[in-house]
């Protein structure tokens, strides 16, 4: 029988089939069909005792949010496993949200008063420079341009930079195959800043989130996502059957917790609460519980910086 598609009616049907896929991932379940990849599972979550954290005195910013009466956190709202925003009840999860929650209950604040905010990578910098956030946790990576402008308590994890293709896509194995592709990745990222100065010849593609850089791997728009491994593999976690992460670590990505640069008060009271949740088993817990699942190694927590 005579088909009567024309390339543009292909064209809609794909991008049909990718708008169910992007409406799965934004629901956080699998591929119509298969069952759901396993998520962070409420249950398995430890909850962190709250600490009477009076004897810290002298943070300008403790001392707003406590006459505020709450935290604002800052965090990534599109990163499955790390920093996701559940779009019907509004509440964050992943593993850098454990650690905001364990480390604001060392300062005294319970999970019920820490307000999570989107921030996007380019704009962390501003949002604690302004006092938008009181602290910021999102997959920030420490290093010495960012510390001019904001403190970092930490690292508290250490990720490294990857890539992530189509799992059809056979061209690709690591960043010196990126010459003449389309490369994607967050503006202001420092993945994005790596592949601006060290593979100008690859086609770079700057969006506010990384999620919106999937979509358009998972369309075809672009060629590659590239940022932390830890990251990658939480998006190639939620469509195995679609999506790959390849090749090897190409940085070293240390994490650590965004503060106002000069209130040295709340950085020490930030390692000294990633310590204690550290030791006391909390930290990997909270792992095992979030990123764990998406396949990420399971690390030691790496040695506090406190310069
Ligand atoms: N860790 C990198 C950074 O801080 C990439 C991840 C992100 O953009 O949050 O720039």
Redesign the pocket.
């Known amino acids: 029988m005579n088909r009567t598609t024309t390339p543009a009616a292909r064209a809609r049907g794909r991008l049909t089939a990718a708008a169910l896929l992007l409406a799965l991932l934004a629901a956080g379940c699998g591929k119509a069909g298969t069952p759901p990849p396993k998520g962070p599972q409420p249950s398995a979550l430890p909850s962190y005792q709250v600490q009477d954290a009076s004897s810290i005195t002298g943070s300008p910013t403790l001392d707003a949010a406590r006459s505020r009466g709450h935290l604002v956190v800052g965090a990534?709202e599109d990163q499955p496993y790390l920093g996701q925003k559940n779009p019907a009840t509004g509440e964050y999860s992943g593993f850098d949200i454990e650690i905001a929650k364990m480390v604001g209950a060392f300062l005294g604040f319970p999970p019920e008063r820490i307000q999570f905010k989107t921030i996007a990578?380019a704009n962390r910098e501003t949002a604690l420079q302004n006092g938008q956030v009181d602290y910021y946790v999102?997959?920030?990576?420490i290093n010495d341009n960012r510390k001019k402008l904001v403190g970092f308590a930490g690292p508290y994890f250490i990720?490294g930079q990857s890539l992530l293709v189509r799992k059809n896509d056979d061209s690709i194995h690591g960043p010196q195959d990126l010459d003449g592709k389309k490369v994607c990745s967050?503006s202001?990222?420092?993945?994005y800043q790596r592949i601006q100065s060290q593979y100008p010849k690859a086609h770079l593609i700057g969006y506010d989130t990384?999620s919106a850089c999937v979509d358009n791997l998972i369309t075809g728009q672009v060629d590659a996502v590239t940022?932390?491994n830890a990251?990658l593999l939480g998006y190639a976690a939620k469509v195995p059957d679609e999506l790959k992460v390849v090749g090897p670590l190409f940085s070293t990505?240390p994490?650590g917790i965004g503060t106002p640069k000069n209130d040295t008060v709340l950085r020490g009271a930030l390692n000294d609460a990633l310590e204690h949740h550290e030791q006391n088993g909390d930290w990997k817990k909270a792992f095992e519980a979030t990123l764990g699942l998406s396949g990420a190694p399971a690390p030691t927590p790496p040695k506090i910086d406190r310069y």
Request: aromatic share 16%; hydrophobic share 15%.
């Open positions: 990534k990578s999102g997959t920030y990576t990720a967050a202001g990222s420092t993945p990384y940022t932390d990251i990505e994490y």
